[in-house]
């Protein structure tokens, strides 16, 4: 198995509302990552999990919460987002960070209205 | 702090022509520069990467070349195909800061005409 597996594939959600991203790989790998990608943009980092710890927060709003169950799901909570927020949110992983390939997920097409 | 360029933004080739992409890094620890490809609406996916031991390497119609000490790297695609159309991404390994970071490039969207 060599996908990593995103859902939901679309969301919509009011300001107000709280939602979950879930991501899922069974490489073994132990890095995990969320990106944010907006159109024509390239993926901006927001967090990154190594061996189930958070190991980096690009000073994302906490209104984006990671979440790190086990070695194989990574989830991103949302809560009272702004329309800026709405983008396209990846998921990532790679077998042993930045100098190792990133395996994306399909991506989470997030629509705050 | 640490940044990747690339130029052009935007490419048109002919059918059958070759496409060549242009980076730039500022981390003089970088050692690892993957290249993904992103068609609309699809996932990023690597097409190659290399490493700062390599000064080239190359993958059917996709060659990448690295000069490591003039901070730069290219992709270059021969015998381009209507589904080379994407937009290409290149990256660089923020080693000095992060061993978990990579950084981007702005991205270039590349069109072949048929």
């Known amino acids: 198995d060599t996908e990593v597996t995103q859902t939901p594939k679309h969301l919509v959600m009011g300001m107000t509302n709280k939602k979950s991203l879930k991501c899922e790989q069974h490489?073994?790998?132990?890095?995990m990552y969320w990106y944010k990608q907006k159109a024509k943009k390239p993926p901006e980092l927001m967090f990154v999990y190594s061996y189930e710890k958070l190991s980096i927060n690009e000073s994302v709003p906490s209104r984006f919460s990671p979440e790190c169950p086990n070695s194989s799901l990574l989830n991103l909570h949302l809560h009272a987002l702004q329309p800026e927020d709405s983008a396209l949110y990846l998921c990532?992983?790679?077998?042993?960070?930045?100098?190792?390939?990133?395996?994306f997920g399909q991506g989470t097409r997030l629509t705050v209205v | 702090g640490e940044n990747v360029e690339q130029h052009p933004s935007t490419l048109s080739v002919q059918e059958g022509d070759s496409a060549v992409i242009k980076c730039t890094y500022s981390d003089s620890a970088s050692n690892y520069f993957p290249w993904y490809k992103q068609e609309l609406g699809k996932r990023p996916q690597l097409i190659i990467d290399i490493r700062s031991n390599v000064g080239e390497k190359k993958d059917q119609r996709i060659a990448v070349t690295l000069n490591k000490t003039a901070k730069h790297f290219s992709l270059h695609i021969t015998e381009t195909q209507p589904e080379d159309s994407a937009v290409y991404f290149c990256a660089a390994d923020a080693m000095k800061t992060s061993y978990d970071k990579v950084i981007f490039g702005p991205g270039t969207s590349l069109s072949v005409i048929p």
């Open positions: 490489m073994g790998h132990r890095a």
């Open positions: 990532a992983s790679s077998p042993a960070g930045s100098n190792t390939e990133a395996f």
